[in-house]
C-alpha cells in the first residue's frame, strides 16, 4: 500500500529502514511516485452565497483522514493529489458552528460516524475535480438520519418579537 503524507510527515510505518554510514555512497534506490487527482471548489453560506472561511477535510471510503486544510478568504480550497478513488470532502466554518460534508449533507451532531451519508467524489488519475462546492448552514443539524432546522439561542432570540 502506498504512503499517504501530508508536507512536513513522515509514513515511518511503511517502507524498508536503509542503512547508510556517513560519507557512503548508496545506490540502486528506485522510487514510484503514484499519479492522483485532487479536489477543488468553495466553501459557502448556503442561505446568502457569501464565502466562508473554513476548515476542510478529505476522506478516503473508509472515512480515514486524508488531508485537512482551509478555505481562503474567498472561499476557496484545493486539496493535493491523492491516489484515484472514491473520496469524501467536509467543511466546518472557523467562527461558526456550520458544517456539512458535500454536497449539501450536515455534519452529525456529535463525533462523525464511521459511516456518514455523504456523497462520494470519484478521484481520476491527472483530473483535477473542480466545482466541489461545500454550502454551510448554520441552523441545520443532523440527527439520527434525518435533518431538521434548529435555530440556536442567539437566532431564536434575533427571531423572538
Known amino acids: 500500500m ?17 542503512g547508510v554510514q556517513s560519507g557512503a ?5 528506485d522510487l514510484q511516485l503514484a499519479h ?16 466562508v472561511a473554513a476548515h476542510v477535510w478529505l476522506y478516503d471510503q473508509d472515512f480515514q483522514t486524508l ?7 474567498d472561499g476557496r480550497y484545493a486539496t493535493p493529489a491523492w ?5 469524501y470532502v467536509k467543511a466546518k466554518a472557523v467562527d461558526q458552528d456550520a458544517c456539512a460534508y458535500y454536497d449539501r449533507i450536515p455534519c452529525p451532531a456529535g463525533p462523525d460516524p464511521v459511516v456518514v451519508h455523504a456523497t462520494p467524489i470519484d478521484l481520476q488519475v491527472d483530473v483535477v475535480r473542480e466545482g466541489i462546492d461545500i454550502h454551510l448552514a448554520p441552523d441545520l443539524v443532523f ?3 434525518f435533518e431538521a432546522t434548529a435555530l ?5 432570540a434575533a427571531r423572538s418579537p
Open 143 to 145: 440527527a439520527s438520519g
Open 83 to 87: 491516489t484515484a478513488g472514491t473520496v
Open 2 to 18: 502506498p504512503c499517504i503524507a501530508d508536507i512536513g510527515s513522515t509514513c515511518i510505518a511503511q517502507g524498508l529502514p536503509i
Open 25 to 29: 555512497r548508496v545506490e540502486g534506490i
Open 152 to 156: 440556536r439561542p442567539a437566532a431564536r
Open 36 to 51: 492522483g487527482g485532487a479536489v477543488a471548489g468553495r466553501v459557502l453560506d448556503a442561505r446568502t452565497g457569501a464565502p
Open 67 to 73: 488531508w485537512v486544510g482551509e478555505s481562503g478568504p
